[in-house]
């Protein structure tokens, strides 16, 4: 389903990314820094998607030949970023919806830990095998 997951911090600081395909790690995180831009925009205070919504789940920021990315925007600025691959057309709205809310709740769980320090990156073993299970579809 999902080829790249990146959670980014209220400063844009990475806090998590991973990929599918180890050969295509750098464009991938390339894919997600370009689409911190267009997430920065949709969040600018007094934009008209802003005021309209009070949606977490910001939709599709934009695609290319190969991929769909996707942004989703907590309350305390924490950012989600979400790469598919364009071939699979199958993929619906809903099921993107779902993979983020599956997600906000696996980052709420790993920053609850009493051991984790806030902004620092999630290095989590259990936490990484829950994000793998979403990019694979094991929901």
């Known amino acids: 389903m999902a080829v790249c997951i990146a959670i980014i911090g209220k400063d844009n600081s990475p806090l998590y990314i991973g990929t599918t395909d180890l050969d295509k790690e750098l464009e991938l995180q390339y894919r997600v820094h370009a689409a911190l831009d267009v997430v920065e925009e ?3 205070p007094g934009t008209k998607a802003l005021q309209e919504s009070k949606d977490l789940y910001l939709g599709l920021l934009y695609s290319t030949e190969n991929h ?8 305390t600025k924490i950012k989600f970023i979400i790469v ?8 619906r709205e809903n099921e993107v919806r779902s993979m983020f809310r599956n ?7 790993a920053v609850c830990n009493p051991f984790y320090l806030p902004g620092e990156q999630l290095t989590s073993l259990k936490f990484d095998k829950c994000i793998r299970n979403i990019m694979g579809g094991n929901q």
Do not use: E, Q, R
């Open 42 to 44: 949709k969040c600018m």
């Open 68 to 75: 769909k990315i996707y942004g989703y925007v907590t309350n």
């Open 84 to 91: 598919v691959d364009s071939g699979n057309i199958a993929l």
């Open 103 to 109: 997600l906000h709740i696996l980052y709420t769980d």
